[in-house]
């Protein structure tokens, strides 16, 4: 699976079903084979009669490994696709069920070749790569025969170019007559798409040089920045993907859903929850991006146990506080909730600090108990030192680091005081 | 007088004001958090928004002085013109 | 000193009259910034907080009467490219992009435009920059009294990819009597207009700028970036960096996945770990503890 470079902070890139990255590079002009998309047995069939001849029958999921998992099959007359697209379309691979099956024709290829355009955070700049030695891995081809991957960047303000697209599979391995001609204008499309669609990766692999000659991409992967997918809702109605449809890499907790839920149902502020990963017995209701990450890494260094990880930001209203809080606190052997954050200058401690007393109230718990440590120093801090101390509550300052605070937390969870 | 208390914050229109159709609205306008509703009586002290309360102070400066008070439960102080 | 302000460094505000930035012109103002006008389309005559609002860059620039320094950038995402281009084409030359979630594209093009004609770009997903006592551009620090806590004139600069954790260490750095050069809020997305290598000059140039202080996470390659430019201009000023996120390299914590493509386009992608062991290598101290920056930071010094 490639790469998003994107900093861990950030929402990952929308993923495509293959048969949706075929519709988004066919609608580029990208030649492909004459595929067919079946949700039932009887689709594969219709698809393999109008395909004629073997085909391959591959499952639709958003994860890898499904050759392994017994996800592709080889049919030779229709009948036989309709068997094998009844049992794939049954078959769960890696805890996702496919979306449908993608009936391909048994291609006869020659050759194969990799082309790919994706962002350079570097050089700020798109990056073509194009190599003669497609259908494996990639990242082998480069390490071992560098001189088969061809690379070239593209300016973001200039039209793209074919010519830059041609030196860049002319680099590859020295490629020319036919296979040149043939591939340049594959990776200026791709190129273009890239850049037209906001993708964080458009990878064709293999792009396949048929016995006939033609040239078509037989297994292509998009992904697309999530900050981008409204600005493309029309052609992603066009080749029928469903914006409402989840395309998580798992599937988000109750925690995590409600949340979520929480955080759309009030514009004020943000608060992102997250317990994948985290099974532990301490509570965080921490923010805000930065400040969250160091805390988490506080906590377990020094033998905490988070059960779960949060952002708060853009000061949020009493209620998301109240409402985190409480989810943070409904989770399974959780008796404790640290609140803490970096020096704050938006977000407001009075406003939090009244949101997880009242959590810990609404629940039956006694705030100076439940709340293990309150380390927010900033704004209106004052008035939050207040509310807390009516509560019975130490308010910290910056006079405690993070690490201190994070530290006096798991003291406190481990202590069972 | 209307008035409404939440966990940590109080508010109270007082009588003399409470049914001035006019400064309902205006309350209803300046208030960030919508504490204030204005209705055919006069003005509504939101309870379910007290408690969202930012001390902003907006309210006090709409009013004629003494007729909104913002308590704060939490420290017996108050907030009035 | 400083390094991109100065006391006499002017500014717009584009978007003024939305919520966010009518608090952090008035946080600017009380700071001691000279904001000489906003633009919000169709908003032409108004003010917000004394600044005279315009429909356009050009029209703020010619009521000025001579050239514009800066720009604070905080409209909806859709408008951000279109604002800054305006401004870059306006002649400004430093812009500090606060807006989030700006696809990556059309940062691109707005850095591409940029380094063309000679201006600068913060941000975008940033709190802008600050030179303690003198000015702040952005939200960062909030308010002017609390940034007056947390940001004492002195010798450290600060960059961060965190604008929280920009004030969080520089607050340390405060209150162990180090104080601050300028500290930047450089963003947190994957391209963002000025990277830690893209700064270092200027700070390198600075008189008053005795060490840097980096804050960074996982993602990206711009601590390479880093490293490689110490080594290629053989730069004595020390860097002490301090690294979150480490509990991301754990194998239960990862949603996503690294490599292949993009490991070829730019090296290999680094974990956390990676990432400290390659500072470490090129002799900039990582610490555990933000508390431990100040300490850590003297030591350098010598």
Redo the contacts between chains.
């Keep these: 699976m490639p790469c998003d470079l994107a900093p861990a902070s950030l929402p990952p890139p929308m993923r495509f079903y293959e048969y949706e990255s075929r519709r988004i590079v066919e609608r580029a002009g990208i030649p492909v084979t004459d595929y067919g998309f079946a949700e039932t047995a009887d689709e594969a069939r219709a698809a393999a009669g109008r395909i004629g001849g073997p085909t391959v029958i591959k499952s639709q999921v958003l994860t890898g490994g499904r050759m392994k998992a017994g996800g592709v099959k080889f049919a030779d007359t229709p009948d036989e696709a309709a068997q094998h697209a009844e049992e794939i379309l049954k078959l769960e691979i890696g805890g996702h069920m496919p979306a449908g099956v993608l009936v391909d024709p048994k291609a006869e290829v020659e050759q194969e070749y990799y082309a790919a355009v994706l962002w350079d955070g570097r050089a700020k700049r798109p990056m073509m790569l194009f190599s003669d030695m497609g259908g494996i891995d990639i990242e082998e081809v480069a390490e071992q025969h560098p001189d088969h991957v061809g690379r070239g960047h593209l300016s973001n303000l200039q039209p793209i170019p074919d010519f830059r697209a041609k030196e860049v599979v002319a680099a590859a391995g020295g490629l020319t007559g036919r296979e040149l001609t043939r591939a340049t204008p594959i990776l200026a499309r791709l190129a273009q798409l890239q850049r037209d669609y906001d993708m964080t990766l458009a990878e064709i692999n293999p792009v396949a040089r048929l016995a006939d000659g033609s040239f078509v991409a037989l297994d292509a992967h998009m992904e697309m920045e999530d900050e981008a997918v409204g600005r493309h809702k029309n052609m992603l109605s066009e080749i029928g993907v469903e914006l409402e449809e989840p395309r998580e890499t798992y599937e988000p907790s109750e925690f995590e859903r409600n949340v979520k839920a929480i955080d759309e149902a009030d514009h004020r502020g943000v608060i992102q929850g997250k317990d994948h990963g985290f099974d532990g017995d301490l509570g965080l209701v921490i923010g805000a991006g930065g400040g969250s990450l160091t805390l988490t890494d506080a906590i377990r260094s020094q033998g905490g146990r988070p059960a779960n990880y949060a952002e708060i930001g853009g000061n949020p209203s009493v209620a998301k506080s109240k409402g985190l809080a409480m989810e943070v606190l409904k989770k399974d052997g959780v008796e404790k909730i640290a609140v803490m954050m970096s020096i704050v200058s938006n977000t407001r401690v009075d406003i939090v600090a009244r949101g997880v007393i009242a959590a810990c109230l609404e629940l039956g718990k006694d705030p100076a108990e439940t709340i293990a440590v309150f380390r927010i120093p900033g704004a209106w801090e004052e008035e939050g030192a207040k509310i807390l101390g009516k509560y019975g509550i130490e308010f910290r300052d910056r006079g405690t680091s993070m690490w201190e605070a994070a530290g006096e937390a798991v003291e406190k969870v481990q202590g069972g005081g | 007088m209307s008035s409404a208390a939440g966990?940590?914050i109080e508010v109270v229109v007082e009588d003399s004001v409470a049914g001035d159709a006019e400064l309902a609205r205006k309350l209803e306008e300046v208030c960030p958090?919508d504490i204030f509703e204005a209705t055919d009586s006069g003005v509504e002290v939101v309870a379910g928004n007290v408690?969202?309360c930012?001390?902003c102070e907006l309210c006090l400066d709409a009013a004629p002085d003494g007729a909104v008070v913002i308590k704060?439960l939490?420290?017996g102080t108050e907030l009035r013109r | 000193m400083s390094i991109l302000l100065s006391e006499d460094s002017t500014f717009i505000v584009q978007g003024i009259t939305g919520r966010e930035a009518v608090n952090l012109t008035r946080e600017c103002l009380d700071y001691g910034s000279r904001i000489v006008g906003g633009v919000t389309p169709g908003r032409r005559g108004r003010e917000v907080h004394g600044v005279p609002v315009f429909d356009t860059v050009q029209q703020a620039v010619e009521h000025h009467g001579g050239p514009i320094d800066g720009s604070v950038i905080t409209v909806p995402p859709a408008f951000t490219k279109d604002a800054i281009f305006e401004a870059i084409e306006n002649g400004i030359e430093l812009i500090v992009v606060v807006t989030e979630r700006i696809p990556r594209r059309d940062v691109a093009e707005a850095v591409e435009l940029a380094g063309e004609r000679g201006a600068r770009i913060i941000g975008p997903n940033c709190l802008g920059l600050i030179v303690p006592g003198v000015c702040k551009m952005g939200g960062i620090g909030g308010p002017a009294k609390d940034a007056a806590k947390a940001y004492n004139p002195g010798k450290i600069g600060v960059m961060s990819r965190s604008g929280g954790m920009t004030t969080e260490i520089s607050s340390t750095l405060t209150a162990a009597g180090l104080g601050v050069s300028t500290a930047v809020s450089i963003g947190g997305d994957a391209i963002i207009g000025s990277t830690y290598a893209e700064l270092m000059p200027m700070f390198e140039q600075d008189p008053e700028t005795e060490a840097i202080v980096i804050y960074t996470e996982p993602g990206g390659r711009m601590e390479a970036e880093l490293v490689d430019w110490q080594r290629e201009t053989k730069s004595k000023l020390p860097i002490v960096a301090f690294m979150a996120g480490k509990f991301m390299d754990d194998e239960e914590m990862q949603g996503m996945s690294f490599g292949h493509a993009g490991t070829i386009v730019e090296g290999e992608e680094d974990s956390a770990t990676q990432k400290i062991a390659r500072l470490q290598e090129a002799g900039i101290p990582v610490v555990e503890r933000i508390d431990e920056i100040p300490e850590r930071v003297k030591e350098q010094l010598g």
């Design positions: 966990t940590f958090v408690d969202e930012v001390l704060k939490y420290d």
